[in-house]
């Protein structure tokens, strides 16, 4: 089996998680999604009643929580003490709260140890904001990935159903930025990253894209 890492990084709505997906699906890899995990940690810290906004009432309790990722890339899964949280993570709730909460270091350390031990040997496609500079820097192929704000608004409303276009790009802006300025681990081009503007491309276009990147550098 392949232990090739594919480390994916980029903004909120780029089409990271159906691109990764696809590919791992392509190549035969496992698929971890990080953002399901920072999201997973602040569904439990909303579920008991905790300040989001308040780093040391975080800090205190984020290591009490169980969560753990399935790696199938054509059903992934996130579960939060057994319980499977996979729809509960993506509520407006959770969008509003998760970047505040993925700011604090000492969730960072308790989500990147469970990441890398997930990694283990390789063979999968991880997604996230600091998986090239962070997670995994030695990963044989680092991608970048962005998109227009429009088209991240309007891809992202056709996935969760919403109508309100301006409001989910408003929403999506606030996460980058809260993601792109923070101090540890912030949302940046790894050194040695491909950058891949999705905007003008299928996903389709973008799957066979990586694919091929992929299979360049085993
Ligand atoms: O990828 P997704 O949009 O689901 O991620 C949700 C949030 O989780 C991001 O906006 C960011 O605040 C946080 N995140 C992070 N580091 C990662 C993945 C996600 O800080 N590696």
């Known amino acids: 089996r392949s232990r ?12 990271k998680s159906s691109t990764c997906r696809g590919v791992a699906d392509r190549l035969g890899l496992r698929y971890l ?34 969560i753990a990722s399935g790696t199938d890339p054509l059903e ?3 579960h939060v003490d057994g319980t499977d949280v996979g729809l509960a993570i993506r509520s407006d709730e959770v969008n509003a709260a ?12 308790r989500l990147l140890a469970l990441q890398r031990a997930t990694i283990g040997d390789g ?4 997604e996230g904001r600091d998986i090239g500079s962070v997670v995994w820097p030695q990963a044989e192929l680092k991608v970048y990935l962005t998109a227009d704000p429009a088209a991240r608004a309007q ?4 996935e969760t159903g919403s109508i309100d276009i301006s409001g989910t790009q408003d929403s999506l802006l606030a ?5 792109s300025g923070r101090a540890t681990a912030p949302l940046t081009m790894a050194d040695g990253a491909v950058h891949l503007d999705t ?7 973008v799957v066979a894209r990586l694919v091929a990147l992929a299979e360049a550098v085993e």
Not at 155 to 158: F, V
Request: one cysteine or more.
């Open 98 to 109: 998760v970047s505040p909460v993925s700011a604090v270091p000492e969730v960072r350390r």
């Open 155 to 158: 891809r992202r409303a056709a």
């Open 4 to 15: 090739l890492v594919v480390a994916v990084d980029g903004t909120s709505g780029s089409g």
């Open 175 to 179: 996460r980058d930025q809260i993601d």
């Open 76 to 78: 992934p899964t996130i």
């Open 33 to 66: 999604d990080t953002g399901a995990q920072f999201r997973a940690m602040t569904w439990w810290l909303l579920h008991e009643g905790i300040d989001v906004h308040d780093p040391a009432a975080v800090a205190a309790r984020c290591e009490e929580p169980d």
């Open 123 to 126: 063979g999968i496609v991880v």
């Open 199 to 205: 905007t003008p491309y299928t996903l389709e276009e």
